[in-house]
């Protein structure tokens, strides 16, 4: 079954550690993101990639970082600077370019972080 | 900038009854796509329906339906005959046609009442 896996389900940590959320994705996407959610905020991007080896900031990059070294693979990073970081995190991918128009975007069943 | 906007944070419809979630968008592009996005409890975003802006009929999926008002820049999303399992949170987005990133709105919580 093709689809986007995301580990864990959930996760805690304490105060000031840096902690890195799984995305796997075998849908040959090119392009990734990661998402935040916080009650009454709707999905708030934090990083995208397009391509292997490249990505770029969404609405609210503080605090995170990412990695794309693999096409299947786009790792987060919460790092001790991000100041609330307790939350649920969704990732997604999609196809890119015209070949398909929506390019609408498939999503993992995401990761709630508790940071304690 | 593109926004995209759900005037209604909650709503509540009878079971078998027809319901209607309200969403805006503001753009001054003419080729982009929007979608509905619905989130049950389990919190897996599930894609409901997609319409291109260059088409003028409405898309419909099965109970699933919207009205499309390119002019006015609105896109409703229609529910059908409301089964339990419709109870989720609903998410409208956009996407522009020159990009891949999707803008969401902040979401509608819908409860079906049995």
């Known amino acids: 079954d093709g689809g986007i896996t995301q580990s864990p389900k959930y996760l805690f940590r304490k105060e000031g550690q840096n902690v890195t959320l799984s995305c796997e994705q075998n849908?040959?996407?090119?392009?990734m993101y990661w998402y935040r959610q916080d009650p009454g905020q709707g999905l708030r991007l934090i990083y995208y990639s397009q391509i292997v080896n490249d990505f770029q900031k969404g609405d609210i990059a503080e605090g995170y970082s990412v990695s794309r070294e693999k096409k299947e693979s786009f790792p987060l990073t919460v790092t001790s600077a991000q100041k609330n970081p307790t939350a649920f995190y969704l990732c997604?991918?999609?196809?890119?370019?015209?070949?398909?128009?929506?390019?609408?975007?498939?999503f993992g069943p995401g990761t709630r972080l508790t940071v304690l | 900038a593109q926004t995209v906007t759900q005037s209604q944070p909650e709503m509540s419809v009878q079971e078998a009854e027809t319901v209607t979630l309200s969403c805006t968008y503001d753009?001054?592009?003419?080729?982009?796509?929007l979608f509905w996005y619905k989130q049950p409890p389990s919190r897996q975003m599930i894609l409901v329906i997609r319409q291109e802006a260059y088409k003028q009929q409405n898309a419909t999926e099965n109970r699933f339906s919207v009205n499309f008002q390119k002019a006015a820049k609105s896109f409703s999303l229609k529910i059908s005959d409301s089964q339990l399992g419709d109870a989720a949170m609903y998410f409208c987005?956009?996407?522009?046609?020159?990009?891949?990133?999707?803008?969401f709105g902040k979401g509608t919580r819908l409860h079906i009442l049995p």
């Open positions: 987005a956009y996407r522009s046609g020159r990009d891949d990133k999707i803008i």
């Open positions: 997604a991918s999609s196809a890119t370019g015209g070949r398909v128009p929506y390019n609408e975007q498939f």
């Open positions: 753009t001054s592009e003419s080729d982009y796509y």
């Open positions: 849908l040959n996407h090119d392009a």
